[in-house]
């Protein structure tokens, strides 16, 4: 209940930032004040910048799961563009085939036809 300060521990208030040293992960609390500041890590020493607060972070996730989200539909779109592509050049693909397939069977009777003729004439 008493709120005299503990001669060590200091009191962590709610504007806290927690962060992860970017060299070797662990985790600390620092002040807010403290946002954007080059720090050097406690742990191993390397010098490592302390975010802007968890509100800003959520900001910017919110903010890029947004993109993501039209990129995703926008990648969605073009796949439904190129499948109607494929779909359409499959129907005619198959339309060339049967037409050269015609086509063969036409020259083979033309063919027969003429060999017929070539071999009544030899006679
Ligand atoms: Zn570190």
Redesign the pocket.
């Known amino acids: 209940m008493s709120s005299t300060s503990a001669p060590a521990e200091k009191t962590v208030p709610t504007n806290d930032i927690i962060f992860s ?6 985790s600390f609390v620092v002040d807010s004040a403290a946002a954007g500041r080059t720090w050097n ?1 406690q ?4 010098p ?1 910048t302390v975010p802007h607060p968890t509100l800003d972070a959520a900001t910017e996730n919110a903010g890029k799961i947004s993109d993501l989200q039209n990129q995703l539909k926008e990648n969605e779109s073009q796949r439904t563009e190129i499948t109607g592509y494929i779909n359409q050049h499959s129907i005619q693909l198959h339309r060339w085939q049967l037409r050269l397939q015609t086509l063969k069977e036409r020259q083979e009777k033309l063919e027969t036809e003429m060999a017929a003729l070539k071999g009544s004439n030899a006679q």
Do not use: A, E, F, V
Request: proline fraction near 0%; include cysteine.
């Open positions: 040293c970017s060299h070797c992960s662990t890590c742990k191993c020493g390397n490592t």
